[in-house]
């Protein structure tokens, strides 16, 4: 993927994720490893103002490029993250509704159904609460997402990575239809969960699916 390409495809997924309902206003923002460094978003800017010149260099140290915007302020999550996980491509952040609303009363998503699999584990977990844009939290995230590809970030939000952006996406997406369900079934006496031996199957049969 070229700079422009990239560019192109970060402004394409924050109009996607306020389009899908996954994000709201100028909250929420998504990141593509990119040279020794990434391109993330920037701050302030609501998805219909973004353009691809917009989207922000920043090297393995932290360096932004000269004459670029200002980052978004969780870059440091971003980079963390990047950092720490060679396998990861892209980081996708958003405050998704029922993601949101489990993220503020502290649930992790357990196993009722399949499909949380995509978390790469057989719950998604909450990350401990810190304040935005600080070193703190970008520690807490990582730190939960260790071997997992999604998890909540305590009275704050959703975060996902994928080896490519479209699959972060994809899996923003995902952890939050499975947010919505827990929420549903929480209104009717709660689920009935999946045991850790078929979740664990399911995440061996994940990681095999698709294409090569």
């Not at 932004?64 to 491509?89: C, F, I, K, N």
């Not at 993601?99 to 502290?106: D, E, G, N, P, V």
């Not at 998604?124 to 304040?131: D, K, L, W």
Request: proline share 5%.
């Amino acid at each position: 993927m070229t700079e422009a390409e990239a560019r192109a495809a970060l402004v394409d997924a924050m109009r996607a994720l306020d389009a899908r309902g996954l994000n709201r206003g100028t909250s929420g923002n998504v990141s593509i490893r990119f040279g020794n460094g990434m391109l993330v978003t920037p701050s302030g800017f609501t998805p219909d103002r973004l353009t691809p010149d917009l989207m922000v260099p920043v090297s393995a140290m932290g360096e932004v490029r000269e004459g670029s915007a200002r980052p978004s302020s969780e870059w440091q999550m971003h980079m963390g993250l990047l950092r720490r996980r060679p396998d990861v491509g892209a980081v996708v952040h958003c405050h998704a509704r029922h993601a949101t609303i489990l993220a503020c009363a502290h649930r992790a998503i357990p196993p009722l159904h399949y499909m949380v699999a995509v978390s790469g584990g057989s719950s998604v977990p909450v990350a401990p609460y810190a304040t935005f844009g600080t070193e703190a939290l970008a520690d807490a995230v990582a730190d939960t997402l260790e071997g997992r590809n999604a998890c909540l970030m305590a009275n704050h939000g959703l975060i996902a990575l994928g080896r490519t952006l479209s699959q972060a996406m994809a899996i923003a997406e995902e952890i939050e239809e499975q947010a919505a369900v827990y929420c549903g079934t929480l209104a009717i006496g709660g689920p009935q969960l999946l045991d850790q031996a078929e979740m664990t199957r399911i995440v061996d049969a994940f990681s095999r699916y698709g294409q090569k």
